[in-house]
């Protein structure tokens, strides 16, 4: 799981939160081999959050976790 990824509203829309999460999911596949998924949650209403996620290869699943939808990556 990845929780309570934020970039920081004044440096959103410099591409620091799409750099981040390639480096989380690089480090999650360099580190942890057998890992097979990673899973997040995010606001229904971030529309730039679930756009960056799908950008870099999450799908949601149809589920939700605290009224949040989910959203997996096979690794």
């Known amino acids: 799981w990845i929780y309570h990824f934020f970039i920081d509203h004044h440096y959103?829309?410099?591409?620091?939160?799409t750099t981040a999460l390639q480096a989380i999911i690089a480090l999650l596949r360099h580190e942890h081999p057998y890992?097979?998924?990673?899973?997040?949650?995010?606001h229904p209403d971030n529309v730039a959050a679930?756009?960056?996620?799908t950008r870099?290869?999450?799908v949601p699943?149809?589920?939700s976790q605290d009224g949040e939808p989910l959203y997996r990556l096979q690794l």
């Open 12 to 17: 959103q829309g410099r591409g620091y939160g």
């Open 35 to 42: 890992c097979q998924s990673v899973s997040l949650t995010v």
């Open 50 to 53: 679930q756009s960056l996620y």
């Open 56 to 58: 870099a290869g999450f």
């Open 61 to 63: 699943t149809g589920e």
